[in-house]
């Protein structure tokens, strides 16, 4: 039997005795001479040097005022890529998008990927980059995981600029009336550092400002991230800055960044930051990668500026939602898709014989071993993915995302499974192979195009309670049996609806290795309780988060860091970078 092979986290791979493809992701991706990006985009495009900034030979901003995106019925076809609830196996949802585009591009589709940034914090945590893997890359692969095009740094100085204006408002008399007490915008860092969750600032003295409780949470989270990647321009970029709620007044009474006429420094320090990234995989195929929201702590999905100018400019396009279908799918379609009117064409749920394993109990040592028994326990949490997609009106593709040591018998299996679901179910090998191994996978996704488009629907109406609507989520996607609200949180909800804010939708935060928020308990549970501790109002972004179980917005590291093995070669070039 052929070796098959796949996912981003070598040491996964490693685990077996099959050899993965020369080299790890970062000499793979160095193997391969990046294209000049401006003459990518006029090849691909025919779009003209002017319209883009780059960043050095292989990187750009794209000028939005060079794309006709007013033309919705000329746009291209919108392909969701989500998956499977996440094991530490890995199911590789990035590296299956890049792999889609390019078997895409080798069937002659024009064809890009649009992804979302990588954040520092994971890149020297637990996770590594965020480029996909193996032959199924996007370059350049440092560049991208390390800094990129400033967007990040941009969000993070915007919003420690605003957590700086609130505290010199204070100092100098505070005519907006805040309470001190009552200030609810934190600051952020695009690290993990747990140490941060909680601090006092403005001691020592009069001179140093008015003492309050604070903290940080990872820039992923901050609220302007969520604005950069919902806003349609600069005048939206600038209302939804000003509509953000940074505290309250003694009166419970709320005071917005308008109210202190702060939206203006803001957006002038994200002009360049609001434009889409334009890239290339390993086969010199177009990618967008703009926005790095988290989908476990927000809505999870790259910006909506890069997703039209992509439309505008193919014929499809492959886009990621975080984590698995009951977060990252969810919001894109409650979130991203209410807010914006885009709508998916078609979706691929990436799963893996190794996460169904461990889904099925089997522990992660013993994942090479073959199990069709476990496969066919842990698949009750692919066949709760596809259920929860059905509810949305979109019948996936499956894509198996296949190691070494994968067996015919698993990988039959799976198909046999998905295929009493009605869903079609196809193997790749685009970790190994590139775009090749995607091909079967490309034409599938093909087939479902050309059928007749899907009846896309909301999972709840606009003018359901917010408690309901966060009930409607864990009861119909993550089968909960009850949710409970602590009663700081159902008085807080209360004070939304009553200033107006009960039509937006909302966003739950909670872990994303389990339905329930418990990391630990697998499968497909039901009956479980959704804990509620707090909500908070994001009245710029326009929804409602939902802060459940233990999850933090400023996550902290794991015992043994990534950042231990990244660092520079003799020659200084990074080395360890996964």
Aim: aromatic share 4%; glycine share 10%.
């Amino acid at each position: 039997m052929a070796p098959r092979y796949s996912e981003q986290a070598t040491d996964a791979r490693l685990l077996d005795d099959t050899p993965a493809p020369p080299g790890t992701d970062i000499d793979i991706a160095r193997s391969v001479q990046p294209q000049s990006i401006l003459l990518l985009a006029q090849r691909r495009f025919g779009l003209p040097a002017e319209s883009l900034v780059p960043f050095g030979h292989y990187k750009a901003k794209l000028d939005m005022a060079y794309v006709d995106t007013s033309d919705t019925a000329a746009r291209g076809k919108l392909v969701l890529v989500t998956a499977m609830t996440p094991t530490p196996a890995g199911e590789g949802k990035t590296t299956t998008s890049v792999g889609l585009n390019d078997g895409l591009n080798r069937l002659g589709v024009n064809a890009s990927v649009c992804l979302r940034e990588p954040s520092l914090g994971p890149c020297f945590g637990m996770k590594g980059g965020a480029a996909g893997g193996g032959r199924a890359q996007v370059i350049p692969m440092e560049d991208i995981n390390l800094h990129f095009n400033g967007d990040f740094h941009a969000i993070t100085t915007a919003h420690n600029l605003l957590a700086s204006l609130i505290d010199n408002h204070i100092h100098w008399g505070n005519e907006a009336g805040l309470d001190p007490r009552l200030v609810s915008w934190r600051r952020v860092l695009d690290l993990t550092d747990r140490s941060l969750r909680n601090l006092v600032c403005g001691l020592g003295g009069k001179a140093h400002g008015v003492p309050r409780e604070t903290g940080f949470d990872i820039t992923v989270s901050s609220e302007i991230m969520a604005i950069l990647c919902l806003a349609e321009g600069h005048l939206d970029l600038r209302r939804r800055l000003g509509n953000m709620i940074i505290g309250r007044r003694s009166d419970n009474s709320p005071v917005t960044v308008r109210d202190l006429g702060m939206e203006g420094a803001l957006s002038v320090l994200l002009k360049e930051a609001l434009q889409p990234n334009l890239v290339q995989s390993l086969e010199h195929n177009p990618v967008f990668i703009h926005g790095g929201p988290f989908a476990n702590i927000a809505h999870g999905c790259n910006s909506v500026n890069a997703t039209r100018a992509a439309l505008a400019l193919n014929d499809v396009v492959v886009t990621e939602a975080g984590f698995g279908a009951d977060l990252g799918a969810e919001k894109f379609i409650d979130i991203k898709c209410l807010h914006s009117g885009l709508q998916p064409d078609a979706a691929v749920l990436v799963c893996t014989v190794r996460a169904l394993k461990m889904q099925g109990g089997v522990a992660r040592s013993r994942l090479s071993e073959p199990d069709l028994n476990a496969v066919r326990a842990g698949s009750a949490n692919l066949e709760r993915h596809i259920s929860n997609l059905h509810q949305f009106g979109l019948n996936p593709v499956v894509c198996i995302n296949c190691f070494p040591g994968d067996t015919d018998e698993e990988i039959d299996l799976i198909r046999a499974i998905c295929r009493n679901l009605g869903v079609r179910a196809v193997p790749a090998d685009h970790w190994a192979t590139g775009g090749e191994g995607a091909t079967e996978l490309a034409q599938a996704v093909l087939d479902q195009l050309n059928d007749e488009p899907p009846a896309v629907r909301f999972l709840y109406d606009d003018n359901l309670p917010l408690a309901d609507k966060i009930e409607t989520i864990a009861t119909r996607i993550y089968h909960a049996g009850h949710v409970e609200f602590t009663s700081q949180a159902r008085q807080q909800l209360r004070e939304f609806e009553a200033l107006g804010f009960g039509y937006l939708p909302v966003c739950i935060a909670k872990t994303q290795y389990s339905f329930s928020v418990d990391p630990a308990l697998l499968g497909a549970p039901s009956g479980h309780t959704l804990p509620v501790r707090e909500v908070r109002l994001a009245a710029g972004a326009g929804f409602v988060v939902a802060v459940c179980g233990d999850i933090m917005t400023m996550p902290g590291l794991p015992r043994r860091p990534a950042a231990l093995d990244i660092s520079l070669d003799e020659n200084g070039l990074v080395v360890g970078l996964t």
